[in-house]
Structures are given as C-alpha cells and as structure tokens.
C-alpha cells in the first residue's frame, strides 16, 4: 500500500492548514476577519466578504471567487484563485473557543496543484496569520 505524502488526500487533493491562538474573545476576532480592516488583510483589499451563498468577489490585485458558506462567528468559506492560477481552490477561515477570552484562528486551503503550491501557501497564509495577530493584538 502507498503512503500519501503530508498534506495529500484523496479527496481534496493538496492542502494546507495554519491556525493560531489569539488573547482575545472570539466575537472581537471575528468582527475583525469581517470588517474590511481584516479582509483586506487576509482576502485583499477591495471587497468585502458577502454572506450570501455565490456572491461573487475580485480583489484589487485579481484574486477572485465566491462564497460558498458564512457562518455567523463561525466560518467564512469560499474559493480562491488569483490571477495566473488555471484552477481554483477551497479557502476557509475559522474562529473557535480557545478558553477564557481566547480564540483559536485557523485557515485551511485544498484542492491546491501540487507539493509545491502547498508549501507556496503554506508561506503565504502563516504570513497572513501573523498579520492578523498583530493588527488584533499590537503585538
């Protein structure tokens, strides 16, 4: 039997999960990641994320895609593909309980190319992870 590379599966094919704990209450990380302060830092800056299911974005530098879920103080999903991908992906923001007045933040990406992309990504979303701290925390 075959093992399966990190970050490969069967069915989502590629992806790659960044998460960090945050001192501050989930409500406030999430009326952040929404507002467009957040988006613009972890989407880009130009849209705003539309709850209704289908909504259609493109951001100042060409990401586009469409929301595929909004869950009030829970996920934001949709996908994501900038300008010179042929495929899209699967993008997903998530905010959970991380104890009294923490929040684990956490992005997870799939149906990436390849090992490669994914460790592209993998770069690129930490980086965006710390941003968000920071712009939260001032830390």
């Given at each position: 039997?075959r093992?399966?590379?990190?970050?490969h599966?069967?069915?989502?094919?590629?992806?790659?999960?960044?998460s960090?704990t945050?001192?501050?209450?989930?409500?406030?990380v999430?009326?952040?990641?929404?507002?467009p302060?957040?988006?613009?830092?972890?989407?880009?800056?130009?849209?705003?994320?539309?709850?209704?299911?289908?909504?259609?974005?493109?951001?100042?530098?060409?990401?586009?895609?469409?929301?595929?879920?909004?869950?009030e103080?829970?996920r934001v999903r949709?996908?994501?593909?900038?300008?010179?991908?042929s495929?899209?992906?699967?993008?997903?923001?998530?905010?959970?309980?991380?104890?009294e007045?923490?929040t684990?933040?956490?992005v997870?990406?799939?149906?990436?190319?390849?090992a490669?992309?994914?460790?592209?990504?993998?770069?690129?979303?930490k980086?965006?992870?710390?941003?968000?701290?920071?712009?939260?925390?001032?830390?």
């Open positions: 039997m093992q399966r590379q990190v970050g599966t069967r069915d989502a094919g590629w992806q790659i999960g960044v960090k945050i001192d501050r209450p989930l409500d406030e999430w009326d952040f990641i929404t507002s302060a957040g988006v613009a830092i972890w989407l880009g800056e130009g849209v705003t994320v539309l709850p209704e299911q289908g909504a259609d974005y493109k951001t100042a530098t060409g990401v586009q895609g469409e929301t595929r879920s909004f869950r103080l829970d949709l996908t994501w593909q900038p300008p010179g991908w495929h899209d992906t699967t993008l997903q923001l998530t905010v959970s309980p991380a104890g007045g923490r684990r933040l956490g997870h990406q799939e149906r990436l190319a390849d490669a992309e994914r460790e592209q990504q993998r770069t690129h979303w980086r965006v992870v710390n941003e968000l701290v920071t712009a939260l925390t001032g830390s």
